[in-house]
């Protein structure tokens, strides 16, 4: 009698044990999704190199939960050491934006900066391609676009709403000194999308900016560009800090300047 009241003891002391390990342990996964959750979030596309890798990395010492996307997230290693998600993504095709923005779930996302692009070299007038220049403008214009749309539902969840395109002084009609057709007018049409996009979402809260980066040492700028990544990067994310509500829809450069149209 007195060893069954014992072994009944010990039975109830393990189960007590085993039900406080369970939610203790419950409580520190909370804590640690809580504590994933106060991140916000940034999805930077194009982000395997580049001014796109130098981005997630600034983004990631700056505490943002980073999703990095490339075409071939398999080769992406830089993107992966620094810890961002690497997502599959090709902005030229729609159904690897629809499949992104399906496996990112839930996921709130406050900053999208859609970085990903082309420059294809051409002739002037008399060798350019003409029919070569959709490809530029599937890239350049069309993929911020299809990728912006895919990803509201995920943007109106965040707090910054805060849409970046990246794009360039060559696409300024202002400024333009000739050549480039195709990359000119790729970026000219991504800055209009992006006026009219802080139009229509300027009520929901969005801030919407398009972006030049400077002339800048990557594959696309080359080896005789003015800035390193790391200094362009510095001064889009000083720039993306100091924009107000009011600034949707504006078009500035690394260092803050405004540019024109
Ligand atoms: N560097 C400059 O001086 C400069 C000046 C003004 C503006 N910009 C703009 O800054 C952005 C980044 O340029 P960057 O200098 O970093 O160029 P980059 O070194 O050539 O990198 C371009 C990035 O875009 C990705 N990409 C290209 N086509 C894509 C597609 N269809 N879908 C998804 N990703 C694609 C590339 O991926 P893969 O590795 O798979 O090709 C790569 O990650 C571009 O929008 C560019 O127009 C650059």
Redesign the pocket.
Known sequence: MRRDAAALRLLTALLVAVACATSCHGAEEKIAEQGDDARPTVVI??????????LARQFGAKGYRVVG????PE??KELRALGARVEQ?????SE?VRALAARLGELSVDVLV??????VREGGIEEIDVDSIARSF???SL?PMRVTQALLPHLRLGKKKLVV??????GSIAQNEGGYYA?RAS?AALNMLNRSLAAELGGEGFTCVVL???????????PN?R?S?EE?VSGIIRVMDGLTREDSGRFFDHSGEELPW
């Open positions: 596309t194009g982000a395997n190199r580049g001014l796109g890798l130098e996307t490339a075409r071939k080769a992406a993504l090709d902005v030229a095709d690897s859609n970085n990903a692009g082309i420059l599937e890239v350049n993929g395109q990246i794009t360039s002084r060559m990359y970026k030049h980066p400077g002339w800048v040492r990557t594959d696309m700028g080359g560009a800035l990544p362009s």
